[in-house]
Structure formats: C-alpha cells, structure tokens
C-alpha cells in the first residue's frame, strides 16, 4: 500500500524542526500564533530584489539542516514530513479519482490532523481507510457549512488540528469551503493550503489549448435559458473558457455552447480524468453532439470542458490588408508575406502576422 513504510512526525518532532516559527500550545504541541501563518517549509519563490532577500535568508535559515534545494532564486523544502500545527485549518486536496495522486504533505497533514471536515465522510473513508488514517472526521458540506464554521472555530480555539477535504479535488473550487475558510480567517486563525489534484488544471495542463489566459466558469446554470445567457455573455471573451459538467447536462451544454460560440470553435472534452476511463477529446463545437452520441459510454462519468479563445476582431486598418496579404499567402511563405505586406502597408509587423495566421488557418479550413 502507498501508505506503508510512511514516518509521521510527532507533534513534538514537529516543534523542533528548522522552518516552523512556532510557540508551543497548552499541550506542549506546536501552534501558529493566531492571524499569523505558520513558517513550516512552504515554498518561497523570490522574484523582487527585496523578495529576493527573503528567499536568501529563508536559504540561510534552512540550511544547516540541509533542508532546503535551491534552485535559481527558488528555494524549496527537501521533503521532510511536514510539522503539522496546532489552532491551524489546514485546506487539503485530495485526488480527483486516482487514489496516488494525494500528495506526501496532504498525507503528514491528515494523519497529523485531530478533526478532517469532509464534505462526506463516506467518500472521505476511503480514502483514509486507505492510508491507514484514523482521524476523527466531521461532515461539512454545503448546507451545513457556516454553522459548522462556529464548531471548527471552537476547535482551533482549543489547539485543535484541523484538515478540510472535499469529495474530490481542491476545496473550495466549485465545492464547500470557501465560507469556513473565511470564517476562520477573520476570527484570526491561520489556514494553510495543501495543494494537489483539482480537475480544472488536470484539464488545462492535458488540453493542448495553448491559451495563454483561461477563465474557469465552474459549472452553468441548470435551466436551458439561464445557461444560454450565461454563455452569451462569455461570447467574445478572448481567453479560453472552462467549464465543469456533470454527465445528465453534458449533451445540453455542448449544444448550447455550440449554438452560442459558434460550430467553429475548438473544445477539449477531458472525462474521467485519472480514471480507468480517462478521454480527452478535441473537437470543434459542432462536432461534439455527434461525438458524443457515438457511444453511450463517452456520456457517462465526469467532465471538464474547454472552449478555446474567441478570435479577436482585427482592428479595423488591419482587415483592409486582408486582400494584399491573403494574394502574398497564395503564393509566398508566411515570413516573406509578412515581411512584405509589412513593408507595404507599414502597420506594426506583429499584427501583421497574427492576421496572415488567421487567413491561413481560415484557407486550410
Ligand atoms: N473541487 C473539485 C476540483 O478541484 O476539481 C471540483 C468539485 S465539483 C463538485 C465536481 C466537478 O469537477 C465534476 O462535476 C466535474 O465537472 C469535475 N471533475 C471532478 N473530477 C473529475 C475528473 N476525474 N474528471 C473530469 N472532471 C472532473
């Protein structure tokens, strides 16, 4: 089992180690000082000057106990299990289907933690059950959840650890969790992301959409004319757009998407991601229906979907060229059309050369 062969560190191991500025609780275990997070090993990326000094002396701190690789002006924690602190919420992802994907320091944090608030403590089991994890778990879902607040308050007021998991994936992304974390925030507790699995970036990290900007939508209203509006508002948005589907809306989205953006545009299916039955899929819009009527089984399960970027309206001077530049295209490589149209027309040449990309794709259409 993954699990096995772990070491876990002690409350008491956890107060000693290098990194954790912490004051010791009323039983003696490490505890964030209340409003402060904790210094436990997190990674410091030093890009500024002055953050660049932090991250020198956060190197210099952690290095008599080699505990630190530094690599360029990132310094990062060798691995070390994690100090897991008291009067702290921790926020932990868990996978989002493949058991493996949970990460060394989300496991240190649940088997550290005294209380795990779960979305469902069913599902959560497994996942415990798994590792050999026997914390207490308390349900905190969305209908519970600010009541709920006051109890975990209560907890870390009495130097409990305390681990928020959802279902699957990261809290508070389309999920419970977002409320509690602010309520402790604002009655000065420390809350620290675990960060792991979350299907979104699972999605966008496989899609092969090169979009240098994405927007994540979550998931569209339920009834027909509340999500046609939506998407009609994201029309012309120049970023990719993301969305999370469950598999009885998954048909009706596509369409309206399709019949909002357009039959031209991209869109990645990516389902059952880390599954047994993981499919990413690209098609154009227009396509989508047809592909997912060819087999009952591409329904079933769930779904990330991205629509790649609306193609931007070329100003107005730009579009005038089109015919100049799309006679060069004809006969002319791209580089040599550019620079001629360039010379032409005298418009700046990296316009010029998104648009003779745009009336090359739209001929080979
Ligand atoms: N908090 C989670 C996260 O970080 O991804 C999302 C929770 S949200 C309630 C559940 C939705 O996430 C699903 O309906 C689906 O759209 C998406 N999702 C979760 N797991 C997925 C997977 N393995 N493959 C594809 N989509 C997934």
Redesign the pocket.
Known sequence: MAGEGRSGVGAGEAAGIEGAEDVAGPTGIAVAPPGRPPDNGVVVQATTASSNAIGAARHAHLQPNAFAIEKGNIVMTRGEPSPVLARTLYVV?TP??NLRDITLRALDVLEQADIIAAEDTRVTTTLTSHYGITARLASLHAHNERQRADEVIAWLAAGKRVALV??????A???PGAALVRAVVDAGYAVVPIPG????I??MSASGLAAPQWLFCG?LPATASARARQIERLRTFGCALVF???PHRIAATLDALAASLGAERQVVI??????RFETIHRCALGDAAEWLAADTNRKR????LIVEPAAQTPPAETKSHDALLAALLAELPLAQSVRIAVAATALPKNRVYERALALKKASAR
Request: hydrophobic share 45%; aromatic share 10%.
């Open positions: 992802a989002i289907g959802t279902d699957a994936g990261t809290p992304i389309s999920d699995p979350s299907a979104v699972a999605a998931f999370y589907e469950a990516a389902r059952e991601l880390t599954k399960g769930e779904f990330v």
